[in-house]
């Protein structure tokens, strides 16, 4: 389960699962690019922190996964990766009516589209050297649907597929792809949904926890960050060389249901 001598980007990893896969990573030993589209001093300072509790190298680049260019140039600009795992990610809830285009397009790219374009910069690298490790960070959303998500859950649904489809190219090569498909992980992107959600079903914070978006989790937990990278660092280890193309759900029996 080591990975002394790779080079790990993970997209939008300066907070919640981005930055729980991070952590596993370096603890691992492998090198670490962190990311996000800030480019703050606490960017740099989580990259110091991460590289001073395990010591390994952690860099922070800059780059808007909303754009193709910039996905292209976070992949150049680390030298490339052994590991890459495109975790950024938005939410947008709304009835599709009302579902601002620009919203749409904008879920699209970071959660879909930003992983087409890191995943064509990075392949060349890792066939290159008979190596790779590709972790999508789908969701529940990935394999199932909910109101009021249309962006969400057509995005997240197309990144399962892209992950079928990168697989079969790089079958036989050493290289892995794979989506992790959490259910709910307690993280800002969830904080930032509660107070639609409370407005939607006319809840308060708790009732809407336990009612609406742990209704469909039969264990009624959250997943935590730390559950879900030790599942992308099992998925970088040489035992999971012939795990490709594949789901694997952390979503306490939702899509069991
Ligand atoms: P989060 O909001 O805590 O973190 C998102 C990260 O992405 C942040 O580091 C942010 O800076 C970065 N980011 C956002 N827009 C970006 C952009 N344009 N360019 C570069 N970076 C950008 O979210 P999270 O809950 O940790 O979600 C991470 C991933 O996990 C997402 O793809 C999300 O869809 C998926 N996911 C989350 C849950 C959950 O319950 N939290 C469940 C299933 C799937």
Known sequence: MRLEGRRAIVTGSTSGIGL?????????????????????????????RLAAAHGVAVRYIRA?????????????????????VNN??????????????????????????????????????MRAKGWGRIVNIASAHGLTASPFKAAYVA??????????TVALET?????????????????PLVEAQIPDQMAAHGMDRETVIREVMLARQPSRQFATVEEIGEVARFLCSEAARQITGTTISVDGGWTAL
Not at 92 to 114: C, K, Q, Y
Request: aromatic share 4%; net charge negative; glycine share 12%.
């Open 88 to 125: 950024a990610g938005i939410q947008h809830v709304a009835p599709i009516e009302d579902f601002p285009p620009e919203r749409w397009d904008r879920v699209l790219a970071i959660n879909l589209t930003s992983a087409f374009h890191t995943t064509a910069a990075a392949l060349p690298g």
């Open 171 to 187: 079958a036989g090569q050493g290289i892995t792809c794979n989506a992790i498909c959490p259910g709910y992980v307690l993280t």
């Open 155 to 164: 995005a997240k649904h197309g990144l399962v597929g892209l992950t079928k």
């Open 20 to 48: 729980g896969i991070a952590e596993a990573l370096a603890a691992a030993g492998a090198e670490v690019v962190l990311n996000s589209f800030t480019d703050s001093p606490g960017d740099h300072a989580l990259a110091d």
């Open 64 to 84: 808007d996964m909303a754009d193709g260019a910039d996905c292209r140039r976070l992949v150049a600009g680390a030298g490339g990766c052994d590991i890459l």
